[in-house]
């Protein structure tokens, strides 16, 4: 599975809304390609797609704030998301889209309360690099406030995007009743 294909596909739900009238008009793809939301949950969505006919399900949020050093530098939507894909034996995997190409060989870092994960960054992505740690973040989130992520764009951009965890155990706990 493409993780980035799995990003632009939650971009894509999520951007729906805005969508014209007129483009809606316009043939869509194919429904079961698409992102479907399965609920609501504080800040955090549980979507689930079937791209390829493989099922794949994900919680996903959006940074509640989002700060640039310098200050004010354009970026594209970034996002935080928990996947799981049965077909891979993939359970809870942790991944953040950061809206723009990162730094070459500099991990970036996500912190819940007092614990610290390293990430490792490709491209416009990020992923926690030691994966016995996922489990033990999961946790973690389930039970904090808030999910801070650290990362340095190709450019040098310094960028520190904050998630509220209000709903992710709601989320989670959807993900894994639909995606067995």
């Known amino acids: 599975m493409n993780t980035t294909f799995l990003f632009r596909t939650a971009i894509a739900v999520l951007t729906a809304s805005a969508i014209s009238t007129a483009a809606q008009a316009q043939k869509k793809?194919?429904?079961?390609?698409?992102?479907?939301?399965?609920?609501?949950?504080?800040?955090?969505?549980?979507?689930?797609?079937?791209?390829?006919?493989?099922?794949?399900c994900f919680a996903l949020s959006k940074p509640t704030s989002a700060t640039?050093?310098?200050a004010g530098r354009?970026?594209?939507?970034?996002?935080?998301?928990?996947?799981?894909?049965?077909?891979e034996k993939v359970k809870n995997e942790i991944s953040v889209i950061v809206g723009y190409p990162q730094?070459?060989?500099?991990d970036a870092t996500a912190t819940v309360g007092a614990a610290n994960y390293v990430m490792y960054t490709q491209n416009d992505g990020a992923?926690?690099?030691?994966a016995a740690?996922?489990?033990q973040m999961v946790e973690a989130m389930?039970?904090?406030?808030?999910?801070?992520?650290?990362?340095?764009?190709?450019?040098?951009?310094?960028?520190?995007?904050?998630?509220s965890l209000?709903?992710?155990?709601?989320?989670?706990?959807?993900?894994?009743?639909?995606?067995?």
Do not use: M
């Open 29 to 56: 793809p194919d429904p079961a390609e698409q992102a479907v939301l399965l609920g609501q949950f504080g800040d955090w969505g549980a979507y689930k797609a079937t791209p390829g006919g493989k099922k794949v």
């Open 68 to 70: 640039t050093d310098p």
């Open 74 to 87: 354009n970026r594209d939507a970034s996002y935080a998301f928990v996947s799981t894909r049965p077909s």
């Open 103 to 106: 730094k070459p060989g500099h």
């Open 127 to 130: 992923w926690v690099k030691n």
């Open 133 to 135: 740690e996922e489990a």
């Open 142 to 163: 389930r039970k904090g406030a808030d999910l801070v992520v650290r990362s340095e764009s190709s450019r040098g951009t310094k960028t520190t995007d904050t998630y």
């Open 166 to 180: 209000k709903g992710i155990g709601q989320a989670l706990d959807k993900v894994a009743e639909e995606c067995k």
